[in-house]
Each structure stands twice: as C-alpha cells, then as structure tokens.
C-alpha cells in the first residue's frame, strides 16, 4: 500500500519505476474514502488536480528526472488549511472564508511543487490556528486515529491525524504555540517547529506574526529533514525571514550523537504530567544516554509564566492581524446600517468562539489604560524566558522534554473551559516565545486500552535543527515507535 | 487567582465584534478567569528587562523597488463579497 509509505521509502520506488505517482495519489485517496469519514482530517481534495499533478510527475520521471534533483518528485504532500495554495479554497476552518479562493500560492508551496511534490488537500485545523484540540473548526471536529471518540489535538490536528492515519505521505502544518508539535505527539507522529525566521511566512494566514511558523508532520525523522530542507530558506517576501544557508538537514542526521549535551529542564517533570507519559519520557532519556548523548539536569525558571506571556502576545498580534476580516475585500459579508454595524455583524457571525475571545482579550490587552500593564510586561516577561533559554544552551546543545503533560484527551473534556485547554500547551509554548526549534517524535504510549502515543520533545538553539533532527533521528532508529501504525 | 472584571460590550466594539447577550455574558467570565491567571506575571520584577517584540530581530529589511507582476484586477476582486466596474463596493461612509 502505497499510502502507508515514508517519503524516502516512496521516492524509491518511483525512482525504481516499480510504482507510479498516479498510484501514489490513488494510494492516498482510497484511504481517504476508506478512514476519513471516521477521521475528518481533509476539509476537501481535489483529486483531478492531484492527478494532474502525478501525471506532470510521471512523465518528468520517464524523462528521467531524479530525486537528487527533485527530492519529493511524486510524492503527495497535503496541506493545512491555513496555507495558500493557488486556486484552493483557503478557509482557515472559518466561516468567515468559507467561500475563499486563494489566487496564489505560498513560498512553502513554491518550493514543494519546484521539489516535485504533489500538492493535494486541505487539511481541518482550529479556526484560524487558534485551538490546542482541532475541536475549533467550523466544520467539525478531526479525530484522533488511535482513539476517535479523543481529540488529535491541535491547531494542526488534521495535518497529524492525516499523517497517522496513512492518507497522505508528509503534510505541512503551523506552529504558533504548538500546534504542530502538540499534535504530532497526540496522533503519533514527527512534527517539526523551526526556528523563527527559517521558513517563510509568505501565504500563511497570520495568527500571532512574531510566534508563527510553518513545519513538516512526517512518519519519520528523515522525511521531516527532507522536508524541512526543501521549504526552508531567506524569502524577500517575507522580511523577518532570514539570510542563513540552508544545510542538508536529510544528509546531516545519519552522524552520530556521541558527546552531545542534552539538559532535562528540572521544571518540566513536576506535578501535572500523566504516570505514563513521565515513564517514557524518562526511559527515553535514558536510551539518549545509551546513544551516546550526556544528561545534565538544567533549569528554566520562567517557564511557570509562558502560558500568560503566550495567551498575551499572541492575542495581541492576533487581534491586529484579524482585523482584515471585515467583509469589505473578501471574505463574508453581513450589512450593516452603516460601515460600523457591518465590521460587527461580518466578525460576529463569521468568527467562531475562541476566535471572537481571542480577539477580544487581545483588544483588551492593547487597550488605552491597560497596555503597559498587560502587553508591554508580558514582552518583558518574554525576553526573561528567552534569556532562560539562552542561559542554557551556553551548557548543552539541546533540552529534551515531554511534547505535552498527557496523552489525548477526549472530545469535549477541555471545550467547555478556555483556560484548561490553553495549559495543555505549556511544555510547547517557550519554544515559540524564545523563537527556538523543536520536534516531537514518538518515544511510547500510555498503558491504556485503547493505547495512546506519547510524544517526546528536543529543543535546539535558534538555527540548530541539524541537532535535533540527529539526536531525534537516532533516538528513533534505535526504538521504532514511528513504525506502530493505529488500526482503523 | 481572583477574576478580573473586563466591560465585554466596551471591548467587542472596540473589535467590531457584535455579541449576543449571552455570549457576552459567558466571555465576559471567561475572559475575567483567563485574566486572572494571567494577572501572575504582576510577581515578577521586570524592573530594566527590556521588551522582546521579535525573537529573532532584524533592521532595516529592504528589497529592490523594482517594478513586479501583481495580482490582476479580476483575481484581486475575486473574493470580493461585492463589485462594480472593477471595484470593491463599500457602504455608504457620507452623506
């Protein structure tokens, strides 16, 4: 089955002939039928334009075109809802873009279809990236493929339960607070937030500007570094994105890990985080050691204050950038008496509840009389968290952490109470304030009945992803835990 | 952590947002929770801590002010919820 592939597994049979990109796309799209009724994670595909695309593929192969030219030649990549890609809808699970048709593409999906990839489906995610359970959607939620009646988490639940649920090769998500590691974790997958500044922001719908990046979800650590490679990169489209070289993370992760120092922060197992999850976290760390990697224990003092710093900076940047939709350029619209009136009926009816809450404390933040009590402080807490990680990578080369205090969570459990839901981020969120890299990977799962993946997290220095993607890679060739596969 | 109480009504106008009664109601103690978790960032010093808007900070980005193709009128108005001779159309703003 085509479909259950690696992108590395699946280039080499297309590179062989002993398959065809059609049947690749065919592959993804019978799962699809078969499983996505049960799991939610594609908003839409359009096969004719997959197929368009595979056929392109096809014949670039027969001419003999190869993967060290094209990396991803024939491979389905698919693509989280919040990206733009041209003539797709482009919705942001919102109803406030329903109808909206993206007129280009974004630089990420420039580079994926100049590697050769076929781009093919939306992916469901909380409205507007804003969520931590993909329960946010205006379309419905996505389910977690080793348990559907729990969450797959989020923002970017469809990207990773697309991914686990073997409907497509590799997906790309976004990553504000950790919405791409949270999910990979709870779904059983690699996911991979890059260092602020190392992908282009260009056609992603921006939630919290100076937090957001777009990262691979991938079956295994050498596909995140494939894809990772073919994306990243300086972009005079974006201005924050930066003029560092690209390495060849998908060369770079097969050396070894011997000596490389890795800090366990002491705040980070405490109370809170599920027996199960403290287990294999901790087993994991020890097998790192085994591997060659030296422990030490580190600490990180503010991390106690990154929930509150988050839940202001980025409602902040949110309520500036979410300012836009206001029914007059595109997007709804519902008329008003005046222009006022139809900015707040448009906003009200289009956006979502956690999307009009976010906005609104963001609003409040920023507000006259309460900005330098709310947003400017939490900028200075900010710079104090990313200090604390700096401090530490004077000592090590990576920090290793649980991806989140517990396995998935049940449909509905959080819903109903914003602030539990938003400390269910609180081992990802540092990583975006302090503008580092971080993947999750699967290091277990839980004891339960139906079994539940556990995500292990490794953060690197600002433009150290070929640090962890070595430690991440060996921890996983020497485990295979990426090879276990939900039943559906 | 004690709730804090947010005027709800001033602050969704504020983001042009209309709100149902009730709705109002159910932000406005969400939202006073949520700032009162918040309000523990008031333990710590940040006396000289400067502020951090960008992590990764860079000045001064500029690129060539060359000339380049952009979005052609029809695709540009393409979402538009509403248009006329190659324009956006917008309520009526004077009298």
Known sequence: MLNQLTISNLAAKLAKREASAREAVQSCLDQIARVDGRVGAFLSADPADAFKQADAADRALAEGTTHAQKPLLGVPIAIKDVIAVKDQPLSCASRILQKYVSPYDATVVEKLRAAGAIVFGRLNMDEFAMGSSTENSAFGPTKNPWDTSRIPGGSSGGSAAAVAADECIGSLGSDTGGSIRQPAALCGCVGFKPTYGRVSRYGLVAFASSLDQIGPLTKDVRDTATLLEVISGLDNRDSTSVPQPVPRYATIIGEGIKGLKLGLPKEYLVGGIDPDVNNAVRIAVAQLQKLGAEIQEISLPHTDCAVATYYIVATAEASANLARFDGIRYGLRVDGTDPIELYAKTRGTGFGAEVKRRIILGTYVLSSGYHDAYYLRAQKVRTLIQQDFLKAFEHVDAIVTPTTPTAAFTIGEKSGDPLQMYLSDIFTISCNLAGICGISLPCGFTTSTPKLPIGLQLLGKPFGEETILKLAHAYEQSTGWHREKPRL | ?95
Not at chain 2, 31 to 40: A, S
Not at chain 2, 42 to 57: G, K, R, S
Not at chain 2, 63 to 87: E, H, I, M
């Open chain 2, 1 to 95: 952590m004690a709730a804090v109480d947010i005027d709800v009504h001033y602050v969704a106008h504020l983001a042009r947002i209309s709100l149902e009664p009730e709705e109002a109601q159910k932000l406005g103690a969400q939202l006073g929770q949520i700032l009162g978790y918040i309000e523990k960032l008031n333990q710590l010093d940040v006396t000289n801590v400067e502020p951090t808007a960008h992590a990764v900070p860079l000045v001064n980005v500029t690129r060539p002010d060359d000339v380049r193709p952009s979005l052609p009128n029809d695709q540009a108005l393409g979402n538009s919820p509403a248009k006329a001779n190659g324009l956006f159309v917008v309520p009526k703003i004077v009298e």
